[in-house]
């Protein structure tokens, strides 16, 4: 079946770093997702990516979606304190608003 | 604001006994989830349902059975519980293949 692999599985930043996760499909994917989970809470939607090579911002979070549609990475500049979290890929192969597949997610843990 | 409700955040069941975990939401979504997550391992999906009623195997439906009775409501049921089913269970919600999931709090489950 299809896997979705993350790396690192865990990074120790200090404030102001940089930091990326990538994500890495064993199967071409229709679409992209990217969640963030806060020690002791649920995972919470951050942003969907569709097209071949595309490129999203939100803030200091950067999302690229490989041109083959395989690869994924989440790119944050700056980093705080509040981006402490376990950050998560989710594929979707199908296309149809059927399952996603989660990857093993990156623990981002932010000093001062 | 949209809701995704859990039953039960923390329950502790002996091995042998059936248990029901209840999932709610408020959205009127057709799609519904059940995920168990595992340190290491990520999400793994369990079972999923696109309409009332319907319901499709996961990744890992050994042990588990769900119900869909009305749109709002989707149950997981573990027949039998057993230790190795110790873990935290996300219940999502998902409108269409454009949206990301909304996922409830979490049961963390405990079987002794």
């Known amino acids: 079946g299809q896997q979705v692999m993350q790396i690192p599985q865990y990074q120790h930043v200090q404030e102001g770093e940089d930091f990326t996760t990538y994500c890495n499909s064993s199967t071409t994917l229709s679409n992209i997702q990217w969640y963030k989970q806060r020690p002791g809470g649920h995972p919470v939607f951050l942003i969907q990516l569709v097209k071949s090579g595309e490129v999203k911002k939100q803030k200091r979070l950067t999302f690229q979606f490989g041109e083959a549609k395989k690869n994924s990475s989440l790119h944050i500049t700056a980093t705080q304190t509040t981006d402490v979290g376990t950050y998560f890929c989710?594929?979707?192969?199908?296309?149809?608003?059927?399952?996603?597949?989660f990857g093993t997610g990156t623990r981002l843990q932010v000093t001062l | 604001d949209v809701k995704v409700t859990q039953s039960s955040r923390y329950l502790v069941k002996r091995t042998g006994e059936k248990v029901f975990l209840e999932c709610v939401q408020d959205?009127?979504?057709?799609?519904m989830f059940w995920y168990r997550q595992d340190p290491g391992l990520g999400l793994r999906l369990i079972y999923f349902?696109?309409?009332?009623?319907?319901?499709e195997k996961g990744d890992i439906p050994e042990g588990y059975s769900v119900s869909r009775e009305k749109k709002e409501r989707f149950s997981l049921i573990l027949e039998s519980a057993s230790t190795n089913q110790t873990s935290m269970y996300l219940c999502?919600?998902?409108?269409?293949?454009?949206?990301?999931?909304?996922f409830g709090s979490g049961t963390r489950l405990t079987v002794v």
């Open positions: 999502a919600s998902r409108d269409s293949h454009l949206y990301g999931y909304t």
């Open positions: 989710a594929g979707d192969s199908t296309g149809t608003a059927s399952k996603l597949t």
């Open positions: 349902s696109y309409d009332v009623k319907m319901k």
């Open positions: 959205m009127d979504h057709e799609n």
